[in-house]
């Protein structure tokens, strides 16, 4: 299917707007799964020409996810991951679990961003850090589809190294996502260790009812966060 490349409009309108000089695209993977962490790359790639077919990285085959982030990975001035586990989407909710993640992956760049592009309506980082919000930014934003490659190929590699002792969940091909797969071996055999066991999957599993955790925060509204850069482009 044929779509619109990527560009560097977004960054260099903050460029012109904020005086930023380094900005960082920031995208997630796997805050709808059931199973593992949820995964936050933030990439730093300057205005140079990106590898050609850079896209969304649903947009991708598996073969040509995988080839285009091997490129990513040498073609971007930086980047680096940051994960919340599934304990840590138990005890914070996902919100602040992306956070969690997102933050991890920022402080973990060898420079620090003097903005962020996030991929998304809402901004879950805040103050500290600057932040322009970007819907479907993976699609048309360079900086951040490549972020959005490169976090879902190595969260699926993550996936499929836990789920080598659970081969019935199919971790390999679903990355903890609720597959019929997934679904027929958790009726079956209940959550694996890697499950996360506040959400409501567990309310439709009678037998494996009495494994659900019970929240310790309010709920899965976004808040409204400081910080968000309030430009229109």
């Known amino acids: 299917m044929p779509y619109e490349a990527p560009t560097h409009t977004v960054e260099r ?21 059931w199973a593992g962490p949820v995964t936050v790359c933030a990439t730093v790639t300057g205005l140079r020409r990106p590898p050609e077919g850079l896209t969304d990285s649903k947009l991708l085959t598996p073969k040509r996810r995988t080839a285009l982030a091997a490129e ?9 991951l940051g994960h919340a586990s599934h304990e ?12 969690l993640a997102a933050v991890r992956a920022l402080e973990a760049l060898p420079v620090r961003p003097d903005a962020v592009i996030l991929d998304g ?22 900086v951040v589809a490549a972020a959005s490659v490169i976090a879902k190929v190595r969260r699926d590699k993550m996936m ?16 903890g996502y609720p597959s019929p797969v997934h679904r027929a071996a958790l009726a079956e055999r209940g959550p ?3 499950h996360r066991l506040t959400w409501a999957y567990l309310d439709a599993l009678p037998q494996w009812r009495h494994l659900k955790k019970a929240r310790s925060w309010a709920d ?11 430009f229109d482009f």
């Open 13 to 33: 309108s903050l460029r012109a707007t904020t005086g930023a000089k380094i900005i960082a695209g920031v995208d997630e993977v796997g805050r709808g799964a």
């Open 72 to 80: 990513l990975e040498s073609w971007v001035t930086a980047h680096a």
């Open 88 to 99: 840590e989407i138990d005890a914070l909710g996902m919100t602040a679990a992306l956070r």
């Open 121 to 142: 309506k809402h901004d879950y980082l805040g103050t500290p850090w600057r932040v322009r919000t970007v819907i479907k930014g993976d699609r048309s934003c360079v």
């Open 160 to 175: 499929a190294e836990l789920g080598s002792e659970h081969a019935d969940f199919d971790f390999a091909a679903n990355a």
């Open 192 to 194: 694996t260790p890697y």
């Open 220 to 230: 899965e509204s976004v808040p409204e966060i400081e910080g968000q850069l309030g």
